[in-house]
């Protein structure tokens, strides 16, 4: 009962605190008619194979927002243990690995070879830390009468330096946002945290799955300022592209080798 009072203590804290921090380095991106760039976005997991890396072009700012696909690029992505994989592009845009493994600690490198420029991306498994329940504490703040929010419940490590990202579904509908934390600020503690939902609401009785991401710094800084940029929050960042962890020629994207986990709970009627 201690530990749950404390979490609820905790929450204020970690939502002020959130809304408090900023991105370090931003690229300014041009608004109007820019030459199209390489989109490159890819995920290793612990679970199960295959894996996909996707690779389109932009479009224009005033263009629709539907992104050409690249076909017939070199993907490659090897491991620290020698497995090297040449991936095979099973629809436009989308190249699919056979043989590799995603494993938690192990370091996976990406290479893409495309239209005569060469890509590259490097990427480290974080261990897992267990998603254990889900806490959902009623919505004070809104007008609507029995609405609630998540807390997702794990113990960060001792050692400093984690990086999550949740997804939150409610009833099996994905919101169509996301959350990134650090360990900045509860280095080593239960989780506090609160997720917020920006289209979905829960109440009594709805099935609620949230999916956690442990994923590495690089790809940290690379979501929270894009989740920066999405939120139309007034006194933002300046509008510009996320910095990639993908080097080599210029691309956008990112390349991301994380763990992946479920677990499911109802609010209380």
């Known amino acids: 009962m201690n530990t ?25 991106i041009d608004l109007g008619t820019v030459e199209p760039q390489i989109v490159i976005e890819g995920n290793i997991t612990d679970a199960p194979g295959p894996y996909y890396i996707r690779i389109s072009r932009t479009v224009n700012f005033s263009s629709q927002n539907n992104f050409p696909a690249v076909s017939n690029a070199l993907v490659i992505i090897s491991d620290d243990k020698g497995v090297s994989d040449t991936l095979t592009e099973t629809s436009p845009g989308v190249y699919i690995t056979k043989k590799i493994e995603g494993a938690p600690k192990s ?3 990406l290479t893409v070879s495309t ?12 261990k897992r830390v267990n998603l254990d329940s889900l806490i959902f504490n009623p919505l004070i703040f809104s007008s609507q009468k029995d609405l609630y929010y998540t807390v997702p419940i794990y113990t960060d490590p001792e050692e400093p330096g984690n990086y ?8 099996g509908k994905k919101d169509n946002s996301y959350s990134v934390f650090n360990d900045n600020l509860n280095n080593g503690l239960v989780n506090g945290r609160p997720l917020f939902g920006r289209d979905t609401e829960i109440k009594s009785g709805d099935t609620v799955t949230v999916e956690m991401h442990c994923i590495d710094k690089n790809i940290y800084n690379y979501l929270f300022a894009l989740s920066q940029l999405s939120s139309g929050r007034p ?3 300046t509008p510009s592209n996320p910095t990639t962890n993908i080097s080599g020629d210029y691309a956008l994207g990112y390349f991301s080798a994380h763990t992946t986990q479920q677990v499911a709970g109802t609010p209380p009627k």
């Open 164 to 171: 999550y990202r949740f997804y939150l579904f409610v009833n």
């Open 107 to 109: 370091t996976y490198f």
């Open 115 to 126: 239209e005569g420029r060469n890509y590259h991306s490097t990427s480290t498994m974080p």
């Open 4 to 28: 749950v009072n404390n979490i609820k203590s905790l929450i204020l804290f970690f939502v002020v605190a959130t809304l408090l921090m900023s991105c370090e380095k931003e690229i300014s």
């Open 235 to 237: 006194g933002g960042v």
